[in-house]
């Protein structure tokens, strides 16, 4: 076995572009990024076992590893396959809740349960990812179903750019929704990782 070494972070691939610019603007080195599929999120129930592939694929070459996830819809489980090998993740439900921080995320539900939430991901892929996977291109009868329990569209922009402020208002419309736009910046995204590369937790064995 080879000596361990660095950071590697196994991260949702919808954050891939985020991480990135994260690691730019605070300079932080020794730190590698794997990305799984942003599409696992439709089949979270996958999440748990392609996460423990990636740790086990890659602990004995890095000394840390942390899993850019939060819950991500898989239940607990997640949590429960994370816990016994000492791995930490990104602290709360959904990226809607750490970019927007936990608190500021509730009094938003509280406010409005009847919330679409986009982020900068989501409104470059808008099409692929929400025309497409649901149907509504073809079938926009469908849209009334999935969306009839929906009163606003919620953009919570990471990069504030006027192009995908104008695409999310445009979103909103061909969903029939009221459109808000807040500014999040990169939330619990930044500091959940800082804490990583800061502290560096050791990674149990995971043989």
């Not at 070494?5 to 572009?17: D, E, T, V, Y």
Request: aromatic content about 10%; charged content about 25%.
């Amino acid at each position: 076995m080879g000596q361990q070494s660095g950071k590697l972070i196994i991260a949702c691939g919808a954050l891939a572009r985020e991480i990135q610019q994260l690691i730019e603007i605070n300079c932080w080195t020794g730190v590698d990024v794997q990305c799984l599929p942003a599409d696992l999120h439709n089949r979270p129930d996958q999440i748990p076992h392609r996460v423990l592939d990636k740790i086990q694929s890659n602990h004995d070459r890095y000394a840390h590893i942390f899993v850019a996830y939060a819950d991500c819809g898989t239940g607990g489980l997640l949590d429960s396959m994370l816990e016994p090998l000492g791995v930490e993740r990104l602290r709360g439900a959904h990226c809607y809740q750490f970019y927007a921080g936990s608190d500021v995320f509730e009094q938003l539900h509280d406010a409005e349960p009847g919330t679409f939430y986009l982020t900068d991901f989501l409104v470059r892929h808008f099409d692929r990812l929400i025309m497409d996977e649901l149907g509504l291109d073809r079938h926009p009868e469908l849209k009334d179903t999935y969306f009839r329990n929906y009163t606003r569209l919620l953009y919570l922009s990471q990069m504030e750019t006027p192009e995908l402020v104008t695409k999310a208002r445009c979103a909103a419309d061909r969903l029939g929704l009221d459109f808000e736009h807040r500014s999040t910046g990169f939330g619990e995204l930044e500091t959940g990782l800082d804490r990583f590369m800061v502290s560096a937790p050791m990674v149990a064995g995971t043989s």
